[in-house]
C-alpha cells in the first residue's frame, strides 16, 4: 500500500479505535467527532435501525452503530447462509444478521481496529450469538477463502477505504457463483468533482472518499459483478447522498 494510502488507512483506524474505547468505558461514543455515524444530523447512526432491532442488542453495539444505512433491512438474508460484514464495528450488523440466518447459517465480521473487534466480541457475548465470528483483516484482503461465503454486507465502510477496487476485487472473490452484495455507503453525485467531495468532508468521516454514482458502477462492472443497483436513500450533504448498493456474482 502505497505511503499515502496508509496514512489514510492509520487515520482512520486511529478515529474508530477511539470511538471504541469510548463506548467501552461506558462514557459514550464521540460519533460527531467527524466520524461516521452522528444521530443529530440525520442521516446516520443507530437511528437507520428499527426500535425493534436496537431494543433486543447490547447497548454498546447500538452505541457503536456508525453506519449511513442499514444492509440488513435490503440485503434479504435467508436462514441457513454464510454472511460476511466488511467493517462490522462494533457488530450490530452481523448480530442481527446472525439472528436471520439462524443456528444453519454464519455470520463474520472484519475489521482491522483491536478495540471495535474487543467491543464486537463481548457485544456477541452479551447477545448469545453463537453462530458470529470476528476476524481482523483489512476489507482490501480478506482473510477468508475463495467462494466461501453467500452475501457481502458493508455499512458506509468502503468509502473509507483508499483502495476500492482492491475491495471489489475481494467482495467478489469471496463471493460463492450468484452470490451477492447489499452494501449501504455514501455516494457522490457524477457531477461532484474529488476536490469538491473533499470539501464537504474528510476522509475518516465518510466524505472525501466516497466514489460517485458512475465511479462506484464501474469499479463493481470491473471487479467481476453484474446485476448492479445503485439506489439513493436520503442526503447526506450537497451532492452527497446515502445510497443501498446491490450486485451479484455470476
Not at 73 to 78: G, K, M, P, Q, R
Not at 208 to 237: C, K, N, Q, W
Request: with cysteine; glycine share 12%; hydrophobic share 40%.
Amino acid at each position: 500500500m502505497a505511503a499515502a494510502d496508509e496514512q489514510v488507512t492509520e487515520r482512520v483506524r486511529e478515529r474508530y479505535a477511539g470511538i471504541a474505547r469510548e463506548v467501552a468505558s461506558e462514557s459514550g461514543a464521540s460519533c460527531c467527532d467527524g466520524a461516521c455515524g452522528c444521530d443529530d444530523d440525520g442521516w446516520s447512526g443507530a437511528g437507520r435501525y428499527a426500535d425493534g432491532d436496537r431494543d433486543t442488542l447490547p447497548g454498546a453495539a447500538v452505541a457503536a452503530s456508525l453506519g449511513c444505512g442499514n444492509p440488513t433491512a435490503v440485503a434479504d438474508i435467508a436462514p441457513g447462509e454464510t454472511v460476511l460484514d466488511l467493517g462490522s464495528g462494533g457488530g450490530i450488523d452481523v448480530l442481527l444478521s446472525a439472528r436471520r440466518v439462524g443456528p444453519e447459517g454464519w455470520v463474520y465480521g472484519l475489521d482491522m481496529t483491536d478495540e471495535m473487534l474487543a467491543l464486537a466480541r463481548e457485544n456477541a457475548r452479551r447477545a448469545g450469538a453463537a453462530n458470529v465470528e470476528f476476524l481482523k483483516g483489512r476489507i482490501e484482503d480478506v482473510p477468508l477463502p475463495a467462494g466461501s461465503v453467500d452475501l457481502v454486507i458493508s455499512n458506509c465502510v468502503v468509502n473509507l477505504s483508499p483502495d476500492k477496487p482492491a475491495v471489489f476485487r475481494e467482495m467478489h472473490r469471496v463471493l460463492r457463483p450468484g452470490g451477492r452484495i447489499g452494501v449501504s455507503d455514501v455516494v457522490a453525485e457524477d457531477a461532484l468533482s474529488p476536490a469538491e467531495r473533499a470539501e464537504r468532508g474528510d476522509w475518516a468521516g465518510c466524505i472525501a472518499g466516497a466514489l460517485s454514482f458512475s465511479e462506484y458502477e464501474a469499479g463493481l462492472r470491473a471487479a467481476g459483478f453484474t446485476d448492479i443497483h445503485i439506489e439513493a436513500t436520503h442526503p447526506v450533504t450537497d451532492g452527497l447522498h446515502s445510497a443501498i448498493v446491490r450486485a451479484r456474482r455470476p
